[in-house]
């Protein structure tokens, strides 16, 4: 199994930015996607999850109502729409897979991405 993650970059404050991340390999117990970050000395948080078929999405808080998750089955894929973009959403953000319905925890995860960096300029 690998996940893929893109769309990454240095943009400035208030800008937008749209992550992807593409799965390969088959995954047993597959049920929601989620996107993390891990800024330099930090640990790896919660940003978002979104379940199996689309349902039910959950967010930080810190991100409720500028970001948006979203998933296309057909694609194996998943999406982290990013508006509003602030200097401290600076990070790697990780993609990952998860057997649970929805998962603040990172525990619960069981494939992650390499991560994509996004530096957001002030």
């Known amino acids: 199994v690998q996940l893929q993650a893109s769309g990454g970059g240095l943009v400035q404050a208030g800008d937008s930015l749209r992550l992807s991340c593409v799965v390969s390999?088959?995954?047993?117990?597959?049920?929601?996607r989620g996107w993390f970050r891990q800024a330099p000395g930090k640990e790896r948080e919660f940003v978002a999850a979104i379940s199996r078929y689309g349902v039910n999405q959950y967010y930080a808080n810190f991100v409720k109502g500028r970001f948006t998750i979203s998933r296309d089955n057909a694609k194996n894929s998943v999406y982290l729409q990013m508006d509003s973009l602030k200097p401290e959403d600076t990070a790697v953000y990780y993609c990952?897979?998860?057997?649970?319905?929805?998962?603040?925890?990172?525990?619960?995860?069981?494939?992650w991405g390499q991560g994509t960096q996004v530096t957001v300029s002030s």
């Open positions: 390999g088959r995954i047993f117990h597959d049920n929601a």
């Open positions: 990952a897979t998860s057997r649970f319905t929805g998962s603040y925890n990172r525990d619960e995860y069981d494939y």
